[in-house]
């Protein structure tokens, strides 16, 4: 049961992480027209009325107590507000493929937070497991990089990761009786109420956007429902079946494929066709999580 749970941890993860790097090429499409704090407020308006419908039509259990909603507090302003801030604006200032690539840093963050508050202490082989993943996704991704503020874009990316990174470690510290669908709408709730100043002071912003535009629409709706809602149930599930601090290297997937993405449908070209010569890299993975195929 328990290799089952972690097998269904690394699928949600990976499946998460792959919705998001599909996100950066939407996003660098998107922030050209509306701004990355307003993109940011659009989604997860998007995403609360999404999930708050699936509460509806499949009830959910609530828990309501001091110490948990404090972490869930947390997690929208850290993870949902900071992070996707961060991100959405240095993917705007410089290029979907470098925001893939500076991200690669999060699962190293997440296993220096897991130390002090999860009490996981990273083992030799933890942190090789790491230097080889985060090698072989360089490998693929490259470092041939464009943008017109390159340097203050990865800055915030590199914000981003670190505040990803600890919103993933604090989602484990709640408590298992609530549900993901609760926490996950909840730290949207925080997102939206956080960031509605700032987009209430801009107004003028939002009356100056053509909403009746097909695409735009399309896109927003993508990123609340698909790379939001259903994206962050996922990967928080994911957390806690997965229950490990090298949970962060499915994060992986996200560089990977936000590149070959933006490669293929932004023209963000690297000197040479993407090199997959990276992948064997992550096999130990899988032998560092149990997850390994045993076939005796």
């Known amino acids: 049961m328990q290799k089952k749970q972690k097998l269904l941890g690394a699928f949600l993860l990976s499946l998460a992480a792959s919705i998001w790097g599909g996100m950066f090429v939407v996003v660098k499409s998107v922030v050209t027209t509306l701004p990355p704090v307003q993109l ?9 009325i999404v999930l708050f419908g699936y509460t509806r039509i499949h009830p959910i259990t609530w828990h309501w107590d001091r110490r948990n909603l404090g972490l ?3 997690i929208g302003l850290i993870g949902d507000t900071l992070s996707i ?3 959405e604006t240095g993917t705007w200032l410089a290029s979907a493929q470098l ?9 190293a963050f997440m296993v220096l937070f897991s130390w002090p508050l999860l009490h996981e202490r990273p083992q030799g082989g933890d942190l090789i497991s790491l230097l080889l993943a985060t090698g072989g996704v360089v490998l693929i991704v490259g470092t041939q990089f464009s943008g017109r503020h390159v340097l203050l874009g990865a800055l915030l990316l590199f914000v981003a990761g670190l505040t990803w990174a600890l919103m993933s470690v604090l989602v484990r510290l709640v408590a298992p009786q609530y549900d993901v669908i609760q926490v996950t709408w909840l730290a949207a709730v925080v997102a939206v109420v956080a960031l509605t100043p700032i987009v209430i002071g801009q107004g003028r912003l939002l009356t100056a956007i053509h909403w009746a535009t097909p695409s735009l629409g399309l896109s927003i709706f993508y990123l609340g429902a698909i790379s939001t809602a ?12 997965l229950n490990s601090s090298l949970a962060g290297l499915f994060f992986l997937c996200q ?7 933006g490669w293929f449908f932004l023209g963000v070209r690297r000197r040479d066709p993407p090199d997959f010569s990276g992948d064997g890299r992550r096999n130990s993975l ?6 390994a195929p045993n076939f005796t």
Not at 99 to 107: K, L, N, Q, R
């Open 72 to 74: 869930i507090v947390l």
């Open 85 to 87: 801030v961060t991100q």
């Open 230 to 241: 259903l994206a962050f149930v996922l990967w928080n599930q994911g957390l806690r079946l």
């Open 286 to 291: 899988a032998s560092r999580l149990g997850l």
């Open 99 to 107: 925001g893939s690539v500076i991200t690669t840093a999060t699962p």
């Open 40 to 48: 940011v407020w659009c989604r997860y308006l998007v995403a609360v």
């Open 255 to 261: 560089p990977v494929v936000g590149a070959l993405l």
